[in-house]
């Protein structure tokens, strides 16, 4: 894929968004593209909140794109804002209520670290959730860097937690969940998150509510065969998006909870040697000049 601009014109700022100035663009008018016309199943489950099924035909599945073509290039012609080095444009294949993208201005894939120091600002300003996917986790433009905003509480954020481990700065501790994953809280959180990326070999999603960011180590993206669509950061959180309306009738919570399990790492080997990083990532190194 060609290494362009998503917009001409359009050039990457060092200047760091003001909060005021994020409230004043998510406050301006963009279409809202979520009908609400899809037909919605709760499905309780002993981890806490019901697990959220959607029937919803706009649903993006097996997205292809012309070669050499940014897809978030069509974008260009759509109604959008610019918040620092980011656009922000509503969602094309929405799920729910103010469902927007925040795309880099330049086409890259792999999130730096002001791109977490963007999107924790962002959520810690509004009170929106935001999810990430990448390459392997179920994006639909891996390519092309985005965070997805929207209004609607994934599941998970309400489940129980196990304590881990604190380094000053941040907790992180275990979900009690069917997929496994970290939850991350306190202070510089993209900084911490950034250190565990860096020292991991795999694919993962990210699901950030306030100041709550849970990172999810992924094995793969189709944990069955009968289900069509890719399992992203939404799904593990317990809020399933189908566009089959068989699945929609039919899945099961145990069926979910596999799923789940199968997306992300869940053996006990696996998920030691995970923590086993995380711990090592986030250790607050101490300073070469002390004062000794
Ligand atoms: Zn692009």
């Not at 909140?49 to 978030?72: E, G, Q, S, V």
């Not at 999107?119 to 990430?132: Q, R, S, V």
């Not at 998970?156 to 992180?172: D, R």
């Amino acid at each position: 894929m060609m290494r362009v601009n998503l917009c001409k014109g359009l050039k990457r700022t060092k200047r760091f968004p003001k909060d005021n100035e994020i409230r004043f663009v998510w406050g301006k008018y963009l279409p809202e593209l979520f009908r609400g016309k899809s037909l919605v199943r709760y499905i309780p489950n002993e981890y806490g909140p019901d697990f959220k099924i959607i029937f919803n035909k706009r649903r993006a599945a097996n997205l292809t794109y012309p070669k050499n073509i940014c897809p978030f290039s069509k974008f260009l012609k759509r109604r959008y804002y610019v918040i620092g080095n980011y656009i922000l444009t509503p969602n094309l294949y929405p799920f729910a209520k103010h469902h927007r993208l925040l795309i880099t201005k330049k086409h890259y894939a792999n999130p730096r670290l002001k791109d977490f120091e963007f999107i924790l600002k962002f959520c810690e300003i509004i009170p929106t959730t935001a999810i990430l996917s990448i390459k392997g986790s179920g994006a639909g433009v891996p390519a092309h860097l985005h965070f997805q905003v929207f209004d609607e509480k994934l599941p998970v954020m309400s489940a129980k937690t196990k304590f881990l481990f604190s380094n000053g700065e941040v907790v992180v501790s275990r979900i009690i969940y069917p997929s496994y994953g970290i939850k991350i809280i306190g202070k510089n959180i993209s900084k911490w998150v950034f250190r565990i990326i860096k020292g991991i070999s795999y694919s993962y999603n990210l699901a950030i509510k306030g100041n709550q960011v849970i990172f999810y180590p992924r094995t793969i993206v189709l944990p069955t065969k009968s289900v069509e669509w890719r399992f992203g950061a939404t799904e593990l959180s317990g809020f399933i998006i189908t566009k089959n309306k068989e699945v929609f009738d039919s899945i099961t919570c145990e069926q979910i909870k596999k799923y789940l399990k199968k997306a992300t790492i869940s053996s006990r080997k696996d998920i030691n040697e995970f923590e086993k990083k995380v711990k090592n990532a986030i250790k607050i190194k101490k300073l070469k000049k002390t004062a000794d």
